[in-house]
């Protein structure tokens, strides 16, 4: 079993539909990072969270620690917003990031 | 663009030849780290310096792989006698270590094919 696993592993929305992809992990934590990857391999940071929720723009984050357990949420989503989607958490003693196997969103007009 | 660059960003190469890439972080960040991500996974981490310091190595770090921070700024990965089930991507991050939760920069990654 994958110390971080994330659902589901394929998405394919319409635009305008809220999307949610959820992060579990089994390990414990000191951060969590939603990161967006397009195709080519650029990753780009989205959230990083120890607590609580954060929002940028139409997109929110929330965790839950004692549950172990993260969402991403995007709201009216776009066909922009087509990407492979990673949850990666840091463990407490360590500064190295594990990484689940991503979401692919594709998200058609 | 994170600040993060890697050279080359594509290497195809013959089994059993050597591979050197390059990646600069972005300059105030003491932390750099490697991990390479195959094709429909994660990325896994390989290894991770503070400064010049290499402090961690993953058991996937076999010994044909080797990497340097030999002046604690650039960084170098150096895989020898490449075999097939080296083809990936492979991706530099880069962070201030000031704190524990520092973010990580990622660069655009080098995209290692061997035939």
């Known amino acids: 079993k994958n110390e971080v696993e994330q659902s589901p592993q394929n998405l394919t929305a319409q635009e305008g539909e809220f999307i949610t992809i959820n992060c579990s992990y089994s390990v414990g934590i000191s951060a969590l990072h939603w990161l967006q990857q397009h195709p080519g391999g650029g990753i780009v940071s989205l959230f990083m969270l120890s607590s609580g929720k954060k929002k940028h723009g139409r997109l929110i984050a929330t965790i839950n620690i004692q549950e172990k357990h993260s969402s991403l949420h995007i709201t009216a989503s776009h066909p922009r917003d087509s990407a492979v989607y990673i949850c990666?958490?840091?463990?407490?003693?360590?500064?190295?990031?594990?990484f689940g196997t991503g979401t692919l969103l594709a998200v058609q007009p | 663009d994170t600040g993060v660059s890697q050279d080359p960003r594509h290497k195809i190469t013959k089994r059993g030849q050597n591979v050197t890439f390059r990646c600069d972080p972005i300059s105030e960040h003491n932390r750099l780290y490697w991990y390479r991500q195959t094709l429909g996974q994660g990325p896994e981490f390989l290894t991770y310096?503070?400064?010049?310091?290499?402090?961690?190595k993953s058991r996937l770090l076999s010994d044909r792989f080797s990497a340097e921070r030999p002046k604690g700024s650039f960084s170098t990965l150096e895989i020898q006698r490449t075999e097939q089930g080296d083809s990936a991507m492979y991706l530099c991050?880069?962070?201030?270590?000031?704190?524990?939760?520092?973010?990580?920069?990622f660069g655009p990654g080098t995209r290692l094919t061997v035939l």
């Open positions: 991050a880069s962070s201030l270590g000031l704190v524990m939760n520092n973010e990580q920069f």
């Open positions: 310096f503070q400064n010049e310091a290499q402090l961690e």
């Open positions: 990666a958490v840091r463990g407490g003693a360590t500064n190295k990031l594990i």
